[in-house]
Every structure is written in structure tokens, then in C-alpha cells.
């Protein structure tokens, strides 16, 4: 297939300055591209070309850091170039303007946060992005549930898939690669026979390392040699601090415990800090949609605390690779969690090697890029419903019901498309191929632990291109999925035909107004087409 | 023409006041030249060196105008600058109007910023300091916002918006208290660190009891009219932007409106005033409200936002947010005396409230 990926506005791909959905893009790219033809359209960046092809992927670049002024390159681009898929990376506002341009493709959307929220995405434009993309992948359940309780018309579209690390950049500060550079970054800043705790991230009141500052003062009364290395940009300039730099500096500069501040530290040596420290803090207070760094630190064998916050715990299998603050604004909260882990230290240790298991044996991008081929191909094989509800749910629903052989029970569900069949039964497979961990407090985790263990011993992951299939013959759902299947044509086909009248008629319509014009007249075209049927 | 990129600039004992980097100055000059504009002389008359931005007066053969250097990101200027033109063109509003470049541009963008260059209002004189004066300023920002309804910024600006964003900046008030102490008890040998620790409580209960008022509030229904509807807030509005010409009150400096509930100003207003007066007194406050309303008329559910806006302890947070950078300067005998001061004011505030929260009841709602 054509594939086209489109990053947001912010920074850009490969992620030279960073970024989690620049990282999550880039750490797919050598496995999506071995199956599919795919340009990646992101922001220009003084370092590099606009164009240019690395191992068969297609880089375009154009100016961004508004969204406005992106939008507008992404649409030039498109009004040249045709796709078959298009995946819009958390940008639910390009998705209107991008269907403008490419009525036939099918649009695929990651999101990573909450750009669904209503300050971000009007409701009526939201309703509308959400009824042409194909499907939704979300970084974690907390994510996609979020969007679940604002729309939830769109929860059949809504897949997790967490993201990935690359397990051979971060490794352990005990792999023999590491061995060297752990000890010469200790020795360097002081660190050497200390328990080094690590924060990495923005230094903001959202992620709070505040709090792991305000626990230091009672650890040090239990803990002689601790130290903590703060990963995160922006402590050292002197103008321009944001007021909650200034606070944590001001509050860090009466401490006894040594806290080492490293400033921006590039993505591509963040490794060897991971791998000079012996306990992974996150102390956010946000509900965040699950940090990256959750990974890099399992990845690079370290025991995690986390925060009961957004998506973040569902990777912890508490006391397994880590343990979780349930109330996270109190400091009192990461004085208990550290002392806990610090104090058992062969628990400390063994934490640290299933973080590093379940890093490799889960987390890894191939596991990520085969999930994405798959909804790829969920895509492809579902049609967006730009048309009138009433055509296809009902009318065509009935006419097709008519002519298809008796009742059976799938009719109970008529809107079930035949991805989500797919993807229901793969979940109920994984779940019974093993019984629930009791052990854990946060089911989801094991539920997706289960699911690629299961994957994982069944077929070698990269091999999964043709999963699908096999997912269904495997599953007794075969004559089902068929009978559906025959039903999705036949609903697709006409929906296709009304659809790209729509499309025709907006496109005209919308010719000569502005792009933020031609959104509203994109939902105004919708809803008056529905409204005549 | 190439330039430079426009940064903030050191200033000190060692600069004077209008103190420009000459680069800039240079750019300045480069940037008249778009204009048609036979320029007799050029002055600063205003400089923000921390933030890089400065105005000019520019006397020319026809007649004086300002030329701003603007320090936001220029898609961000761009929205205020539309929101300027929209006033001056669509509302006839007394707002100076923006002189446009000989190939009939609103700006010019080098350095990296947005330049332009608008009438300089003759005469304009400060309102008097004195119920009189707050009485005209408060009819001026209604009516600046009133006719700043409607307002579409052009395709390419930034839209600022502040109109969902009450419940996150009073929640910021809330977490910056807890800052507040305990900075005050990490550095509680510094001599103001006691009296803050004394206060901070009472502050926060403050804040705290807008915020549950606020979700409470219409708040949530209101902002689902939109931007457009709501129009645009000043942000900066005061006895120095608000000032008398020849046919009535001009408002000038609209580098920073942004889309909200147009009360933020008038609550800022009210604040300011009282803070000023080192009291709150029940006529000022009802008498700056109903000059307002005439130009720009409130509801009952406005007003109750307003009321639980001047709720907030804005002028505690306004002047202790600066602990966070040195503390050690911060906290000593003169900021005793301001929270002094601070709590004193306070304490007339509540009566003054009180009296005041049934005036609009019963206010036709919209």
C-alpha cells in the first residue's frame, strides 16, 4: 500500500530535538516499511533536507510550529500526491482538511494525548474527524477511554497499542556495553557508592519532580548515600525560567542529598544516564497518557515507581517491576514507595530484571509496528461512514438482512465491523490461552501481557504480516467473519458510492473559502446530507 | 533585506532607560522604508528589554504615529493585529488606526517579529485618579468589549484564547499557595518566611472556595457561546491604556487581547483600584460596575462570575509569586509589610462582597 504518516507541528521526524510521537514514528519505520511504500510528512528543520529517502522511506518536510500554517503544507502536499492510507498522528484537526483533499484514502489516527478535549477540537469538528477515520490507536487505555467518554459513538474504532523502546540502545548499566560509561558518568558527577535516583522529564508541576525533591529531606534521614540526577531541560538558564523552575531550584538549593542537573540531554545518549542510575522515579500528577520513559527504564533494567495517574501504571505489575503511588501529590507518598524499594535489595534487583523481560519480550518496536500493520489492514478493509446513517444502518442493514441466509447471531450486532470482530476475539483468545493474573491491581497490563506472550510463542513477531487471517481460523469465528464480511462489501460499495458524491459536492462547495471556512462547510455538507436522506 | 533575529536584551544601571540594541534600530529604519512616510523624527518611547519588544514615536509630515516593535510570535501578533484593524475598520471603535505599508500590508515581519505602525492619538490625557476617572475607564472597556464582539482573526494568526482556561489558571493559584509555603519553610529563617506561613492558609482556603463557586457557577454554559460571541479581553487595561482624546476615551496597546469572558478586565480593574486605595469601598466598586454595564450590559450569571473572580486573593498571588526566584532577597522586612498591607485590604473586601452579591439578581439572563 501507499502509505503516508503524518507527524504533528511541533518537532521534527527522525526526532533530532526529541518527542515521543516523533520517537514512537521513528522506532516503527524499519518494520513498516519492509511491507508497505511510506512517506513521512512532518516539519521542516534546519538540519535537514526537505526531502530525501532513507531505507525506503520517503521524508517530506514543511514548515510548521503553527498548526495553521502546517495544515496548509499538508494540504499542498496531498493536492499533488494520492494514498491509500493516510495515519494522522494526534491530530484530530487535520483530519477534516486532509478527507477534503483525499476523499478515497483511508485515514488511520495515533492519538497520544487529549487533543480530543473539547478547548482543543470543537465538538461538532470532532464528530465529524471521528466518522471519517477508519480507526483510532491510543498509547494506553487511559487514553482512548478518555475519548471513549466524550464520544462514544467512536468506541468501536478505538485500539491500544502501547509503544515501544529500542532494547538495544537502552540496556543496563550492568550490560558489558554499559559497564564503562555508568561508571564514568558516576565517578564524573560524584556519583560513585551512591543509590542514584533518576527523573527524567519536563521540568513542569505536571510532572512533578517537586515532589520527589520535597521526599528527599525525610529519605536522607533513612538513607545515607542517596543521590538524584534530574534528566529534564531548561534548569540552568537564567532568563526565561518558568516560575516552576524556580521553585524546584529554590527548593533544591536547601537539600543535603546531591542532585545532579544534566539540562536537555539528546535523545540519542539519554541511554547511558538510565544506565548510571539504580531506581527509575516518574512522579507525575497529571493524568498522563503514558510516559515514554516508562520503557526506557524498564528497558534499561531498572526497578520503576510510578504515579496512579492517566496511563502510566498500566505497565507496572506491581512488586514485579515496580510499584505505583496511589496519591501522588503528597510527598510522604515517594518517601513510603522508595523506602519500600530501596530497603529490600535483592527485590530491588530482581525488579529491575523483569523490567528488562518484559522490555524485551513486549515492548519492542517490532511487537508495535506488527499492531499498527494490523490495524492498517483493518483499515483497508472497512469503509469510513461519511454517509448518511440512515442509508446504511438502517436501510441498507434491512436489505441486505433480507437477501443473506436466516438470522444468525451476529445480526444482534449489526454495527460490528469486521475489524472489531477481529479484534474482540483476538483479546478473548490471548485471555484464554492464559487465566487472569491475580496477583496484579491494574488488569489491563496483564491482559495485553498475556496477549503478546501469546503471539510471541506462537509465530515470531515480525513474521505477522498475514496475522489477521490466521487470527481468524484460528478463532472458530471463520464462518461468521465470512458472512459478515460478504455483508461489509456490499454495505461498503454503496456506501462508497454515496460518499464520493459527498465528497464531489464539498469539494466544490468548499473551492474558493479558507481552510478554516471550508471545516465548518465540511460539517455543515454532512449534516445536511443527512438531514435530506 | 536579511536580518538578524530579534532577542531580548540585557539592560542595566550601565543602559539608559529607552535603551534599544542598535542592531535593532537598524532594523527599525529598514522597516520605514515599506512605509510612505516622510519621517521627520524617530524617539523610543517605551522599551521591553526582558521580553524584546519597544514602541517609537514617529513624527512625519503627515502628522505623528508609534511604530511597534511587537515581541510576541508574529502568528500570535498577527491575531492582534487583525483584532486592531477589525475595530478600527468594522466597529469604528476609538482605537488608533493601523497605517498600512505602501503595498498596502497591516505589518512588516523582520528579525523574526512583526513590525507595524499606527496613529498616534493627540491629544490624549490620563483619566483622573478618582471615582470620576475609574467611572470613564469602565465605560471605555465596555464598550471596547462590546464592540470587539464578532471578531474573526485572519486565516493565518494564532487564535488566542483564554475563554476555557479559568478553572486551570485558578487551579494554578491553588498550587502556587502550596509553593508559596513551602518555600517560606525550607528558608523559614528569613524574616518575612513567619508572617507568609501566617497567611498562606487563609489565602489558599481563598482560592480554593472561587474555584468550587466557579464550577458551580454558569461558567461552563457560558463559554459554549464562543469565542466570537464573547469577544475579546484587553488584558493590559489600566489608567495608562485607557485614556481621554478630543471625542471620548481611546484604548491603545492591543498587542495582548485574546478571546475570555470580557469580565477578567473589569475584575482587574476593580482590584487594582481597591489595591490601590489600600481599601475596598462599596460605592467605588458598585459605581465602576454600573459604568460599565451601561456600555457593555451584564447578566446575573456574569455578575456572579465577576463577584466570584474578585473572590480570588489576586493581589496576594499578584505580588507574592515572586518568592519563587530569590527567595533569600524576597524574603525579608519590606514583604512584611506588604502582606501586612495585603491582609489589611483584604479584610475590607468581604463586607464590600457581601453587599454587593444580590445587585443583579434577577438581571435578565441572555
Known sequence: ?533 | MDHPIIEPWESDDLTHEFYVPDYIERIAQDVLESYDLSVNSIQVITTKPDKGGAIWKLETTSGPKSLKLLHRRPTRSMFSLGAQEYLVKVQDARVPAIVKTMDEKDYVEAGGKLWFVAEWIEPLEPVTKDLEGAKHLCYALGEFHRLSKGYEPPQQSEVASRLHKWPSSYEKMIIKMDWFRNIANVYGELPASTHLLNVVDRFEEQARNSLTRLNQSSYSELIKKGNAFWGLVHQDYGWSNGQMGSNGMWIIDLDGVAFDLPLRDLRKLISGTMADLYRWDVNWVREMIKSYHESNPLTAELYEILMIDLSLPNEFYKNIKEVVYEPELFLNDQTTQLIQTIVDTDQTKWPVLKEIEDDWRGVESL
Open chain 1, 1 to 533: 500500500m501507499k502509505i503516508l504518516m503524518i507527524c504533528t507541528e511541533k518537532l521534527p521526524v527522525p526526532p533530532v530535538l526529541g518527542g515521543a510521537i516523533q520517537t514512537y514514528i521513528s522506532g516503527n519505520l524499519p518494520y513498516l516499511s519492509r511491507f508497505h511504500e511510506i512517506t513521512v510528512l512532518g516539519i521542516s528543520e534546519r538540519s535537514l533536507p526537505n526531502q530525501e529517502t532513507i531505507d525506503g522511506v520517503h521524508y517530506v518536510r514543511v514548515p510548521g510550529q503553527i498548526l495553521e500554517i502546517y495544515r496548509e503544507g499538508v494540504i499542498k502536499y496531498l493536492e499533488s500526491t494520492s494514498f491509500d492510507l493516510i495515519h494522522i498522528f494526534n491530530r484530530p484537526r487535520l483530519v477534516l482538511p486532509v478527507r477534503k483533499v483525499a476523499p478515497e484514502a483511508k485515514i488511520t489516527l495515533s492519538m497520544h494525548n487529549d487533543m480530543f478535549n473539547p478547548d482543543k477540537i470543537s465538538p461538532e469538528e470532532a464528530t465529524a474527524a471521528l466518522e471519517e477515520v477508519s480507526n483510532i490507536v491510543t498509547v494506553s487505555d487511559y487514553v482512548g477511554n478518555v475519548i471513549r467518554n466524550l464520544y462514544p459513538q467512536a468506541t468501536a474504532k478505538i485500539t491500544t497499542i502501547y509503544s515501544g523502546v529500542d532494547t538495544e540502545q537502552f540496556l543496563p548499566g550492568y550490560h558489558p556495553k554499559m559497564q564503562k560509561i555508568r561508571n564514568e558518568i558516576r565517578q564524573e558527577h560524584g556519583l560513585e557508592n551512591k543509590t542514584v535516583i533518576m527523573f527524567a522529564g519536563r521540568l513542569s508541576h505536571n510532572k512533578g519532580v517537586d515532589r520527589l525533591i520535597r521526599a528527599l529531606p525525610e529519605l536522607s534521614k533513612k538513607f545515607k548515600d542517596l543521590a538524584v540526577v534530574v534528566v529534564g531541560s531548561s534548569w540552568f538558564s537564567e532568563d526565561n525560567i518558568t516560575d516552576y523552575v524556580a521553585y524546584v531550584r529554590a527548593m533544591t538549593k536547601k537539600l543535603t542529598i546531591p542532585v545532579v542537573t544534566t539540562g536537555f540531554v539528546s535523545p540519542s545518549v539519554i541511554q547511558n544516564w538510565f544506565a548510571a542510575a539504580d531506581l527509575f522515579v516518574c512522579t507525575s500528577q497529571w493524568n498522563e497518557p503514558l510516559a515514554r520513559v516508562h520503557y526506557e527504564a524498564m528497558a534499561a533494567g531498572l526497578p520503576i515507581l510510578t504515579t496512579a495517574r492517566g496511563g502510566n501504571p498500566e505497565v507496572i505489575q506491581l512488586n514485579e517491576n515496580g510499584l505505583v503511588v496511589e496519591n501522588p501529590e503528597n510527598p510522604i507518598g515517594f518517601v513510603e514507595k522508595i523506602t519500600e524499594i530501596l530497603s529490600d535489595k535483592s527485590k530491588m534487583k530482581n525488579m529491575g530484571i523483569k523490567g528488562r523481560e518484559l522490555a524485551v519480550s513486549l515492548y519492542k518496536w517490532d511487537r508495535v509496528a506488527s499492531e499498527i500493520l494490523g490495524v492498517w489492514g483493518d483499515a483497508i478493509h472497512t469503509s469510513s461512514s461519511s454517509v448518511p446513517e440512515t442509508l446504511t444502518d438502517i436501510y441498507v442493514e434491512q436489505e441486505i438482512i433480507k437477501d443473506l441466509v436466516s438470522a444468525d447471531s451476529i445480526e444482534a450486532k449489526p454495527t460490528d465491523t469486521k475489524s472489531n470482530y477481529k479484534q474482540k476475539s483476538t483479546l478473548e483468545k490471548k485471555v484464554e490461552a492464559r487465566p487472569t493474573d491475580t496477583k496484579s491491581n491494574y488488569k489491563q497490563k496483564s491482559t495485553l501481557e498475556k496477549k503478546v506472550e501469546a503471539e510471541v510463542k506462537q509465530e515470531p513477531i515480525i513474521e505477522l504480516d498475514n496475522k489477521p487471517e490466521k487470527e481468524i481460523e484460528n478463532n472458530g469465528m471463520k464462518d461468521k467473519s465470512k458472512t459478515h464480511s460478504v455483508r461489509d462489501m456490499i454495505k461498503e460499495s454503496l456506501r462508497e458510492s454515496v460518499r464520493k458524491t459527498i465528497i464531489e459536492q464539498m469539494i466544490i462547495d468548499s473551492n474558493e473559502v479558507s481552510t478554516e471556512d471550508s471545516i465548518s462547510n465540511l460539517i455543515r455538507e454532512l449534516k445536511r446530507r443527512r438531514n435530506i436522506e
